[in-house]
């Protein structure tokens, strides 16, 4: 008898919860979430392996039921040089209670 070769898409997840527009794969290394992936609707659940996932998990569920809800969690990120500081950026302004807008200009450029 042949043993079915793994789904790479499905392995390594601590838990994959239902969301209204895909299947969310959840990463974590260490009480660290590591990545969120979406897999397609109909991919199959996995409860979470940890008392961590199960976090996770419940903040995804708030913020799916409430979009301003604000996630509380330990991650890595991964990305480049630019990317860490636009994130950096995002994080820094949302820590100050507000976006940084667009200046409006003062003056008529005509």
Do not use: N
């Not at 990463?27 to 199960?54: N, Q």
């Amino acid at each position: 008898m042949h043993e079915r070769a793994p789904t790479p898409m499905l392995d390594g997840y601590s838990a994959r919860i239902e969301a209204p527009f895909a299947v969310l794969g959840v990463r974590t290394r260490a009480e660290r979430l590591v990545g969120i992936e979406y897999l397609p609707l109909g991919a199959a659940t996995l409860r979470p392996i940890d008392a961590f996932s199960r976090e996770v998990c419940r903040q995804l569920s708030a913020y799916l039921k409430r979009p301003d809800f604000r996630f509380d969690l330990a991650f890595e990120s991964h990305g480049t040089e630019y990317q860490q500081r636009v994130w950096d950026a995002v994080r820094s302004a949302r820590r100050r209670g507000r976006w940084a807008r667009r200046a409006e200009p003062t003056e008529s450029p005509c």
